[in-house]
């Protein structure tokens, strides 16, 4: 979901900012920025220009790197910034009120409804660190095992994840809040990319098509627009 968001040339998505795995928070903790203040890390995050020129410029550097200039953004036209987190997240950081103290924040609230494929992803995350992959055929996912008790465990987690997210979303107001089920993972078809530009006008932005989509878990996704 966050890929195909960022492909509109005018939203900016730092993906994860609360997990410990992802790249902004391991900046974060390694910085000493906001220690023990989350709330001002992701009003940081949302509202900062400066930090998002920094971002959007780390990103550019990267697409460039790639050869993939099409995708490099002006933050002059950047007009929707958004971070993708898991609901229970907010919780472990202390931030289970953040988004409704915050009535400026539009919410995409992405619920995958096949649990065991949403338990099987956080098995993955948990024995490789790998939060998404673009190859099915992966090396670093051919040895990953689950054993009975610990899919079991995974599964209880899933279903009282997406019962917290939609506790969180049932407590805003519902125009702040664009509701998305997904029953599998994103595919790279054009029924997905419909889907998810339907999100793009929600946000703040023109409608725009994506072209292609990678995997995604079931998150909350704030926008400050």
């Not at 900016?12 to 997990?19: H, V």
């Not at 400026?104 to 998404?132: F, K, M, Y």
Request: aromatic share 6%; net charge positive; hydrophobic share 40%.
């Amino acid at each position: 979901m966050v890929d195909l968001l960022n492909q509109h040339p005018g939203i900016l998505n730092y993906g994860e900012a609360l997990g410990e795995w992802s790249r902004l928070r391991k900046l974060q903790r390694a910085s000493g920025l906001f220690k023990n203040e989350d709330a001002a890390y992701l009003d940081a995050l949302l509202g900062n220009r400066s930090l998002q020129r920094c971002a959007n410029t780390f990103r550019n550097l990267g697409k460039a790197a790639r050869g993939d200039y099409s995708a490099i953004k002006r933050i002059a036209g950047i007009q929707t910034i958004g971070v993708k987190e898991f609901s229970l997240n907010f919780d472990h950081a202390g931030l289970g009120s953040y988004l409704a103290k915050r009535p400026d924040i539009q919410v995409i609230g992405l619920v995958r409804s096949n649990v065991l494929a949403r338990a099987v992803s956080s098995g993955v995350l948990e024995q490789t660190g790998v939060v998404r992959t673009g190859c099915p055929k992966s090396k670093k996912l051919a040895g990953v095992k689950l054993e009975a008790g610990q899919l079991l465990r995974a599964l209880e987690a899933v279903e009282n994840e997406n019962a917290r997210l939609l506790e969180v979303l049932d407590s805003l107001d519902p125009a702040r809040v664009h509701m998305i089920f997904m029953r599998k993972p994103l595919p790279v078809t054009q029924p997905c990319s419909r889907r998810c530009a339907r999100s793009m006008p929600f946000s703040g932005c023109p409608m725009f098509c994506p072209k292609s989509a990678s995997s995604s878990c079931g998150g909350a996704i704030p926008w400050q627009c």
